[in-house]
């Protein structure tokens, strides 16, 4: 790539960037209140947050991390995609409207209805951190490699830079703008992302006469692996520690989802609970769709670009979509290669953006509306007004990008795809259990719902701490060191069923029975809408 070339990919990068800060000063000279900060006034329509959500949803992991991994593993990634996209039925069937007519700003004022506040809220809120830290991380990695593959170097500087410079912008978004500039730069990067999807799925189509066996067999023959390409078992088929493995991040996929807290909080920024029902339609249309599109974007990495060059690019397949773009357009060096390879660059990088933003406001919110408005609270102590509250949420999101910023130095060698579905692996484990049991359990207790939570955050947790994630594995956190005694790589399948455990086990063994009175009111306020916020 020349220096004309690169510098066209540069600009349209500051495009992007310019673009979201326009609209984050924009915004973020509006009002401040609490409620105009968590949910932007409750003003979007379901069209405008099915946007959003799918902009939340379709993160680095989906974008970069899948069609990498569809393109080295074949039949192995696409069932990554299936997993992610059927883990919305669970949100709209068990959890989009209960939780909208429930809650206020975040999950724990779901719990705190029926529940002493202060254990809950300690909880839930420090779950909700680890979670969306963990996530934070995965899209941070991502930007990394994206930037390190534009400016055409493996050195691990560019990453750094890229990384940090991540995570001064998300900071700005929340700190400044608030959920009204964040749901805005996710309907943008929504529409950038299908549009470009759109695009680069046209393109692998037509250089293969929309011939779909075609484009199959190129495909198997690129990824030098032959028919094994096409059939299950090229990543989690060679024993049967692997086989359990994909079980575990399969169960994480698809109950992960309706315990996320950036998407939990996307449900108060609508109106109404049948606005939320509505959305999360709109958002299961647009996230289907961008998960056809995916595959064909693997299979067309492993056709056009070949395997090879994608793990020689990225190990983790993390670069494989631009790539695709740049052979699509006329090859490296040709003045198409490189604009579609910006632009598809440029689009990932907004999509990396506009995630972090949700997160970072998920996880502020959570620290300040949750656990220092509340949680720290002793009884009689007088309580935190709105704009303390709101100042501490600001000051909780440059704290937590500074952590991710630090967290994601050392996972650079992690497909994030990966990463995410050790979010999800925690989200299933720690929220889903508490969230689902104080929805239909009426003898769940407060007791039972800390259980639930640490029950299923710690195990997860550890897990991951002692498996070959983080240590024993040559791209481990920490590869020069080995002391994981986990075999699997997502712990899921050993820490989902502890969380649900422990709920029960707390609930039963409880000396505080549940109030009767409470319950009934949480069912009315979930199912009929009355006193909602």
Do not use: C
């Not at 075609?214 to 090229?234: K, N, T, V």
């Not at 995630?355 to 102590?381: I, K, M, N, P, Q």
């Amino acid at each position: 790539m020349n220096s004309a070339q690169h510098g066209l990919a540069v600009a349209l990068f500051a495009v992007i960037v310019l673009v979201t800060l326009g609209i984050t000063l924009w915004v973020g000279r509006r009002g401040q209140a609490a409620e105009e900060f968590y949910t932007g006034g409750r003003e979007f329509s379901p069209l405008q947050n099915g946007l959003a959500l799918s902009g939340d949803y379709l993160s680095a992991a989906s974008f970069l991390g899948v069609t990498g991994l569809i393109s080295l593993y074949g039949y192995d990634g696409v069932l990554y995609s299936i997993g992610f996209l059927v883990a919305w039925l669970a949100v709209l069937m068990l959890v989009a409207e209960l939780v909208r007519n429930a809650g206020r700003y975040t999950l724990a004022d779901v719990l705190a209805l029926r529940m002493r506040q202060r254990p809950v809220r300690a909880a839930v809120g420090s779950a909700s951190v680890v979670v969306t830290l963990l996530y934070l991380v995965a899209q941070m990695v991502g930007a990394g490699s994206l930037v390190a593959l534009l400016l055409g170097t493996g050195d691990g500087s560019a990453k750094t830079w890229a990384i940090v410079g991540v995570g001064a912008l998300m900071i700005v978004y929340v700190t400044v703008g608030g959920m009204k500039a964040t749901t805005w730069i996710q309907i943008v990067k929504a529409v950038l992302l299908v549009a470009g999807s759109l695009l680069l799925t046209g393109l692998v189509l037509v250089r293969f006469h929309g011939d779909l066996a075609e484009l199959m067999r190129a495909a198997a023959r690129g990824s030098g692996a032959g028919e094994a390409f096409l059939q299950p078992g090229l990543k989690y088929g060679t024993g049967r520690v692997s086989r359990l493995d994909f079980f575990s991040l399969g169960l994480a996929l698809v109950l992960g989802t309706a315990g996320l807290p950036h998407i939990l909080s996307r449900f108060y920024t609508v109106p109404t609970a049948r606005a939320a029902r509505r959305s999360t339609m709109w958002a299961i249309g647009l996230i289907g769709a961008f998960y056809l599109m995916a595959v064909v974007l693997g299979l067309g990495a492993a056709a056009l670009v070949g395997s090879a060059t994608v793990r020689a690019a990225n190990p983790a397949g993390n670069t494989a979509v631009p790539l695709l773009a740049q052979v699509l357009g006329g090859g490296a060096g040709s003045t198409g290669g490189v604009l579609l390879f910006a632009l598809i660059s440029a689009i990932a990088f907004a999509t990396i953006l506009a995630v972090v933003a949700g997160l970072t406001l998920a996880s502020s919110a959570a620290f300040a509306h949750d656990l220092f408005a509340r949680a720290w609270r002793r009884e009689g102590e007088r309580q935190v007004t709105e704009r303390q509250e709101v100042r501490v949420a600001r000051i909780a999101a440059v704290v937590i990008g500074a952590l991710a910023i630090v967290l994601s130095l050392y996972a650079q060698r992690l497909n994030v795809a990966f990463l995410v579905g050790l979010a999800f692996a925690v989200a299933a484990s720690a929220n889903l259990p508490t969230l689902l049991y104080s929805l239909f359990w009426r003898r769940f207790t407060t007791r039972g719902a800390v259980w639930s939570v640490y029950g299923g955050l710690v195990p997860a947790v550890l897990l991951v701490l002692f498996s070959p994630v983080v240590s024993g594995a040559p791209t481990a956190v920490l590869p020069g060191l080995d002391f994981h005694w986990f075999p699997l790589e997502n712990p899921g399948l050993v820490s989902i069923p502890l969380g649900f455990l422990a709920g029960w086990l707390g609930t039963v063994t409880s000396r505080e029975a549940a109030d009767p009175d409470r319950y009934a009111e949480l069912e009315v306020r979930s199912l009929t809408g009355a006193g909602a916020a």
